[in-house]
């Protein structure tokens, strides 16, 4: 997980540094993320409708907190699937 | 008083007057306890479900934000557990924070006292109009 955020990090050799991601709920000054937001939520989870980790979707510890959360609640009322396929 | 947040899916095989009937009965029990009802959302409507519940593909989604006391939700539950024309619900207790929908409407004390369906959306419109003019002048 902090492999590809720290920055401090000496490169590795003939390695591609990956861009450091940001949160997106951060930069968009989300406080609260909404269970109904079904399209915002979709992006951050795979063709599967599983949720994507912290280490792809590059989200902060408090919004992806935030956002398994109201992933779940879409989930129980039948806005978002358990399971695709 | 808490402000809670109510989504329960009807089954869309119930007629328009049953559900109509229903969705009155729901909020009757919201103000037979205690609450106070502030908005009956229907727009959400007939809409396709993610997965299919009891083999249904499709339910008809009714959004409910109502004030109550904390014992209200357990009753709630229980009584749309009980019926079946209700494939699901689920009680949420408002966050009152910047959402990703919408800024939830946070009115003053004072606007409670207009009709409550009018008073939120003519009161949204001037106010942002009157922030950019002072702005620009």
Redesign the interface.
């Known amino acids: 997980m902090s492999e590809d955020r720290g920055e401090r990090r000496p490169r590795p050799r003939g390695g591609r540094r990956p861009r450091r991601k940001v949160c997106a709920?951060c930069v968009?000054?989300?406080?609260?993320?909404?269970?109904?937001?079904i399209n915002?939520l979709r992006r951050f989870t795979n063709e599967r409708g599983k949720i994507l980790p912290r280490r792809m979707s590059g989200n902060c510890a408090k919004h992806q907190r935030q956002l398994s959360e109201a992933i779940k609640?879409a989930?129980?009322?039948?806005?978002?699937?358990?399971?695709a396929d | 008083m808490n402000r809670y947040e109510m989504i329960y899916i009807i089954d869309t095989g119930l007629e328009e007057a049953a559900r109509k009937e229903l969705i009155e009965k729901v909020s009757a029990l919201i103000s037979a306890n205690g609450g106070e009802i502030e908005k009956v959302d229907e727009t959400w409507g007939k809409r396709r479900l993610a997965y299919a519940i009891d083999y249904k593909t499709e339910g008809w989604y009714v959004l409910v934000t109502f004030k109550a006391p904390a014992e209200l939700p357990r009753e709630l539950e229980r009584n749309l557990q009980i019926n079946e024309n209700v494939l699901r619900y689920l009680v949420v207790k408002l966050v009152e924070k910047r959402s990703s929908v919408k800024p939830r409407p946070v009115r003053p004390v004072a606007a409670e006292e207009a009709p409550a369906e009018e008073a939120p959306v003519e009161e949204a419109a001037p106010v942002e109009e009157a922030a950019p003019a002072q702005d620009a002048e």
Request: hydrophobic share 35%; proline share 5%; glycine share 0%.
């Open positions: 709920f968009d000054k989300i406080e609260y993320i909404d269970y109904k937001d915002r609640r989930r129980a009322i039948a806005l978002m699937p358990y399971t």
